[in-house]
């Protein structure tokens, strides 16, 4: 806006003077966001009504009129140097520089930040604006790892803590050294240790505070009652690789990490879970150190006993050691005794297309693994009291080719039985257990008197078929759900991260933004409790049981206008079929309802909103010898 236009407003109403700042920074071209609509752009002033008019993003809200003086406060003006500002009038200026110095690009935005701070949402936010919210929060992810080693940049310990910009730079070792120091908690301690050797790209920079670490770490180790023996290990483990460069041979420091092994002999396996990640491969090391003559017996039983995780650093450990042979062996015989725990199992399910473990596990992905599999999926449910998700349920019901795969390398009594298994399953949720059925009826249709066998003998299975049973085809309830799928796993939770970032928009009773997002959310859950009373309620069929003799669900009719002689032809099948265009009936609508039963030479007879038309049936056949 001119100035005469901010003195006559600044003349109407003197408060308004002290925001004289923010009125002039109204310019056109100027970009600015406003909380609810997202990043917008001001593209003149109407005169006549004295309003701002901008094109928002989002929406693509063009030319919005809107109050100046209203605008104070709810929408922030960006300067012409913003980085966001920046990025719309030049985008390729700032990708650039978002690839090649993306530290110097969060530099950037931090100096627009009060005293230089910035929580780590606010920058996500901005960075959202600038490349997408997916790609953003990508890049952020990796550029947060170049923060840490940077010396303009503090790099907060906590989330709820912000980054900030320094008056001068310091090198992060340096600042974590003085937190080491300072330090009592033992577990904290090792950590700072670890995160100091990761950071010292320099090792001279700590030679002369080298030793009283070291020492520090040590008394730690040592003295300190609530570590258990994973983070003494850890701690050793963390010693060690910073004294490399000042002591001969790290593995004699006190205590040695093959201490650790032999106070833990007994449970190796609990003492490996608890270790992080990036040690299990030191770990399985240190066993065959420790254990020389006897290692493949240690690890192979590791391998039976921990976690998914250290089970897949196991088999890759035996593989890599030529010991393949080992592995195949201690598998199949867990699978022959019917002893394979879930962390095995899931194991196998989930990497068994890996190239390294695929010729391995190809052979061993059958119906006897399936077995152990609802076993193990029945036993974990029987130890849940809450209802914490069964991984191996999970990947049962999510990955489609799995089930599969696995029943046709068995026979069709192999199905039957695993098939009853499932139904008697208490570890599968309602809705997963009938999507599972209907896999095994796609391969084995005989398995669907089996089910109904079950709704005739146990009226309270859920995954049986009641009278208000709807009669579908495959592929839409295949449809429906992924429908419920793409409900649950990304809209339901996208809107709730949307009330989230409403509710921090302050006064919910004003907060029209916050206000639409709870809307938004009951309509989901109303869509979501529909689509799931819907598929509990589908039969899933190719259709292959309709009549021959008079039209089912499933045939083609052919009808005849007793008035003028025409023919029409529809085709009739399940509940979720209909395509109108293509003369396509449900079975549900009135025309379905009235077709279905009827003969050869039958009268039908229409009521369409008060024109009545007679029909006869002239031809039937069925869908399924035609498509």
């Known amino acids: 806006m001119n100035v005469e236009i901010i003195d006559q407003l600044i003349e109407q109403d003197p408060s308004l003077e002290s925001s004289r700042p923010a009125l002039e920074a109204m310019n056109e071209g100027a970009s600015c966001i406003h909380k609810s609509w997202g990043l917008g752009k001001i593209t003149g002033f109407d005169t006549d009504r004295g309003m701002l008019l901008i094109d928002f993003e989002e929406d693509d809200r063009k030319s919005h009129a809107m109050d100046p003086v209203f605008c104070l406060g709810k929408i922030e003006f960006l300067e012409d140097d913003h980085i966001i500002s920046r990025h719309r009038s030049n985008p390729a200026e700032i990708d650039t520089l978002a690839k090649k110095e993306p530290v110097n690009l969060i530099i950037e935005i931090l100096v627009k930040f009060e005293d230089g701070c910035a929580a780590s949402r606010d920058i996500e936010r901005i960075l959202g604006y600038l490349f997408g919210s997916a790609k953003g929060k990508k890049w952020w992810t990796a550029t947060k790892k170049l923060l840490v080693k940077d010396p303009r940049v503090a790099v907060p310990n906590k989330k709820t803590e912000p980054y900030v910009l320094r008056d001068e730079p310091v090198k992060p070792e340096q600042e974590i050294l003085q937190d080491f120091f300072d330090e009592k908690r033992s577990k904290v301690k090792i950590a700072l240790a670890e995160k100091l050797f990761d950071l010292a790209s320099e090792k001279e920079d700590l030679q002369a505070d080298l030793p009283q670490v070291l020492a520090d770490l040590t008394n730690a180790i040592l003295e300190a009652r609530n570590l258990s023996e994973a983070d003494r290990l850890h701690g050793i483990w963390v010693r060690n ?34 270790l992080p990640t990036k040690f299990h491969s030191r770990f399985l090391d240190l066993v065959t150190r420790v254990y020389p003559d006897n290692w493949k017996a240690v690890v192979v039983n590791l391998l039976q006993h921990s976690s998914v995780k250290f089970s897949g650093e196991c088999a890759h450990f035996l593989i890599d050691r030529d010991e393949t042979k080992l592995l195949i062996k201690s598998l199949s015989n867990w699978l022959d005794e019917q002893t394979l725990k879930a962390p095995v199992l899931l194991w196998m399910l989930k990497f068994r297309e890996l190239v390294k473990f695929k010729d391995i596990l190809k052979g061993l992905i059958n119906p006897k693994l399936l077995t152990a599999v609802f076993s193990a999926i029945d036993y974990e449910s029987l130890q849940n009291a809450t209802t914490r998700r069964i991984p191996l349920a999970e990947i049962l019901s999510d990955d489609r080719e799995l089930l599969p795969d696995i029943l046709c390398k068995g026979s069709a009594e192999n199905a039957q039985d695993l098939a009853q298994a499932l139904l008697l399953n208490p570890g599968f949720e309602d809705l997963s257990k009938r999507s599972l059925l209907a896999r095994f009826i796609k391969m084995f249709p005989e398995i669907q008197s089996l089910i109904d066998g079950s709704a005739n003998s146990d009226s309270s299975n859920r995954a049986t078929v009641t009278d208000d049973s709807l009669i579908v085809s495959q592929p839409s309830y295949d449809q429906k759900l992924g429908d419920l799928d ?26 029209a933004e916050y206000h639409m997002a709870k809307d938004e959310q009951k309509f989901l859950l109303a869509r979501q409790s529909e689509l799931q009373a819907d598929i509990m309620r589908a039969k899933p069929t190719d259709f292959a049981d309709a009549p021959t003799d008079s039209i089912g669900i499933g045939s083609i009719v052919e009808l005849e206008d007793q008035s003028d002689s025409k023919s029409q032809t529809y085709t009739v099948l399940g509940a979720w079929d209909s395509d109108p265009e293509n003369n396509v009936l449900s079975y549900l609508t009135p025309l379905g309802q009235m077709l279905l039963g009827k003969k050869i030479s039958d009268i039908v007879e229409t009521d369409v909103a008060g024109n009545i038309q007679t029909w006869k049936v002239k031809g039937l056949s069925r869908w399924l010898d035609k498509k």
């Not at 833990?264 to 609990?270: F, G, H, N, S, V």
């Not at 793409?486 to 907060?511: F, Y």
Request: proline content about 5%.
């Open 486 to 511: 793409e409900l649950t796993k990304v809209k339901i939770p996208e809107n709730s991260l949307a009330i989230e970032a409403a509710r921090e928009h302050g006064d919910l009773r004003e907060n």
């Open 241 to 274: 690789n910073l004294a490399r460069d000042v002591e001969e041979d790290v593995e004699k420091l006190e205590p040695t990490s093959a201490s650790i092994l032999h106070e833990c002999e007994a449970d190796l396996p609990r003492l490996a879970n608890l």
